[in-house]
């Protein structure tokens, strides 16, 4: 692709990549609320339309791959065969109307999350690290920007993200709906700042890159949220096995050396914003604990086929664990009455729930396989390091969620998944040249 075609795909990506904090937009709360990052939705759905008009116009033949046919085949064809069956059964005193349309808008979704992560692919497949790096620094100038303005209690920005947000928390958030939000989008793009700061063309792009991510491990310290804590354990112990397997000598000694530091200021960090929250905070986490503990129980009562997607509301109160019903929100679940979806606060629970422990198992490691993919290489190129530090975090907001159409999780895999394809690619040829930790 010529440099000058790449300028509206480069500025839409830009777009596309500042709204993926924006989850709280009031005209989608009703039709997407489970999709995540609702305007990025639009614009996805937007970006589909355009890419089979310009196949349908250019003449050529679509095609796909065994594996993309395979997936296609068993998730379009065969959940419905088998699952919906399994929920209709499993509820026979539950109006079939209203479960069939709790079924089917889950499905939904589902198609939609291995969709959006295909059209990121196809959106990727020309942009270099370089390139990718440069346009999410850029872009996470606006979630930056509205996060730090709602700290400084700006009424210009408060109106703004007023118009984005469902609802307001004592802690900033900037245009996420909760603080929560917030940090799990810093923990999916830390990684792809530093990929700036390290393969930026010229000394000022690597020096906005590093600014970048200074900027976003100081906003996602002062939300003061739990989740990024656990995610960048995670992501450390990855660093930390990636540099035992690559490094030797001084060089493994001094970046271990920083990743123990880096993992004491987390964990300080953490202890600290955990003195910080109010009881409606920690409460939450009963609320967390507990409902993945009921869809823990949900899976192990019926391990075979699981109960359906979306079925999980008919079946929580008789598997609350008694400690978590001290939640009203745990309580408005398991009596029925909540207007959300009863949620199981961890995704790869509710595969094990919804389908049954095998298939769940079996689905967990396709969400996971890029990943899995990029641990077993033994390549030093550390583009694909940190688009794996992003998936690890991109994925590690679905230990405390459950939504199949979050895009910031999705896109880190789409990455990921774009780097090992480029450099299966071209073995002899690397896209990025190679840097020092």
């Known amino acids: 692709m010529s440099e ?4 509206p795909l480069s500025a839409f990506l830009c777009l596309v990549f500042s709204t993926l904090i924006i989850d709280g937009y009031p005209p989608g709360v009703a039709a997407l609320r489970e999709f995540g990052a609702r305007p990025t939705n639009y614009l996805l759905v937007l970006a589909l339309l355009f890419l089979i008009a310009r196949q349908l116009l250019s003449g050529v033949r679509v095609s796909f791959t065994r594996r993309e046919l395979f997936v296609v085949i068993v998730v379009g064809l065969g959940i419905p065969t088998f699952n919906l069956p ?32 295909q059209i990121w692919r196809l959106l990727l497949r020309s942009i270099s690290a370089q390139q990718l790096g440069g346009l999410m ?23 703004v993200l007023g118009t ?19 940090a799990s989008w810093c923990a999916f793009m830390w990684p792809l700042a530093l990929l700036c700061a390290s393969y930026g063309r010229g000394v000022a792009a690597r020096t906005f890159g590093m600014i970048v991510f200074i900027a976003i491990c100081v906003s996602a310290y002062l939300c003061h949220a739990r989740t990024i804590a656990v995610i960048i354990i995670l992501q450390i112990i ?12 001084v060089r493994r000694l001094r970046a271990l050396l920083v990743l123990l530091i880096f993992a004491i200021a987390t964990l300080a960090a953490f202890a600290a914003s955990l003195s910080t929250l109010g009881d409606s905070e920690m409460g939450s986490n ?33 598997y609350a664990p008694d400690f978590a019903l001290a939640s009203g929100e745990i309580l408005s679940y398991s009596t029925g ?6 949620s199981s606060f961890n995704l790869f629970v509710r595969f094990c729930c919804e389908f049954g422990l095998v298939v769940g198992f079996a689905f967990s490691i396709f969400v996971l396989r890029p990943i899995i993919s990029a641990a077993r290489l033994r390549s030093t190129d550390t583009a694909i390091l940190y688009a794996t530090l992003s998936g690890i975090g991109g994925v590690g907001f679905w230990l405390s969620q459950d939504q199949y159409g979050y895009q910031p999780g999705i896109l880190s ?3 990921l998944g774009h780097f090992l394809a480029t450099r299966s690619g071209s073995r002899s040829r690397p896209a990025v040249r190679q840097s020092n930790l």
């Open 4 to 7: 000058r075609s790449q300028i």
């Open 86 to 117: 399994i929920a209709i059964l499993l509820q026979p005193d539950t109006p079939t109307d209203g479960l069939i349309l709790d079924w089917c808008k889950q499905f939904a979704m589902l198609l939609w999350g291995l969709t959006s992560y």
């Open 137 to 159: 620094c850029f872009a996470a100038l606006v979630p930056l920007g509205g996060f730090f303005g709602d700290l400084s209690g700006s009424t210009d920005i408060q109106s």
């Open 164 to 182: 984005f947000r469902i609802k307001e928390f004592s802690r900033p958030s900037g245009f996420a709906t909760e603080p929560s939000l917030f």
């Open 238 to 249: 990855y660093y930390g096995i990636w540099v035992l397997r690559r490094t030797n000598g």
């Open 286 to 318: 009963i609320v967390r604990i507990g409902s993945t503990v009921t869809g823990v129980r949900v899976s192990l009562g019926h391990p075979f086929f699981g109960v359906g997607i979306g079925q999980l509301k008919y079946f929580f109160g008789e």
């Open 337 to 342: 009455i909540s207007d959300y979806r009863a």
């Open 413 to 415: 895999l789409a990455i």
